[in-house]
Every structure is written in C-alpha cells, then in structure tokens.
C-alpha cells in the first residue's frame, strides 16, 4: 500500500502515477496542478472546470541540477525538470537521477519513488521523472 507525500496531486492507487488536474470546459485549457477557483487562461470561473487525471509522459523541456538544498525531504545534487505533459501542461518534478543538457528534447516518463515508510507501514511515495526506456 502507498500513501501520497503530496496529497491532492496525483494518485497513488495506480500502478504508473498519474496527475490530478483541472480542464476548462469554456476554452479547453489544461492546467497541474489543478485549479479550484477559475481558469487562468480565459478567466472562466470554477463551475467551468472538469476535474481530470493526467498520465505522467512528456517530454523533457529544461533540466537544472539543484547543489545546495535547505531542505529535508531530498538530498542535493538532485535534478529538477521542466516537462511538457502530452495532455498539455508545462510542469516542473523531481527527476529520479541526475541529467544533462543532452537529455532536453527527450521523452520522460513517471515512476513511483519511495521516499519513506510511515508507521503503518505505508510507503510515502512521489513520482519522479526519468529518460523513458
């Protein structure tokens, strides 16, 4: 069993993460993470918005190697990238390995990272990107 460490931003009961966002019904505009008060292309309000799930595929935009990090939840050197979704958004995730530039351009796709186990025994997971197989 998992338990998501971000809860509200994707779903950890399938066996590929996928993402919860928000397309608008008036422009067709879709956005991660999901929107709960308007559309911020056309300015619809929230009745406009259908709640969607989204697959974690795209290809990688930019990547950037974080050194320094104040944080607790991951160790640096570690990789952010800049991934445009198939369905649409441009989203920025935690890459599972480090990359270079040579990697822009590429496809990547979401696997399920373990971060830590609670003490239920759940897993706290994420889904980080990497270069698809």
Do not use: K
């Amino acid at each position: 069993m998992r338990q998501a460490a971000h809860p509200g931003l994707y779903d950890v009961d399938s066996h590929v993460p996928t993402l919860r966002g928000t397309r608008c019904n008036r422009c067709g505009a879709t956005s991660f993470p999901a929107l709960g008060i308007g559309c911020e292309v056309c300015g619809a309000d929230e009745s406009s918005l259908e709640p969607i799930t989204l697959n974690a595929t795209g290809v990688l935009h930019s990547v950037a190697t974080v050194h320094l990090h104040h944080g607790h939840d991951i160790e640096a050197p570690f990789a952010i990238g800049e991934i445009q979704l198939d369905e649409g958004p441009l989203i920025r995730a935690t890459m599972s390995q480090l990359l270079g530039l040579e990697s822009i351009g590429q496809r990547v796709d979401a696997a399920w990272f373990t971060l830590r186990t609670d003490d239920d025994g759940l897993d706290v997971v994420e889904p980080r990107f990497d270069v698809a197989s």
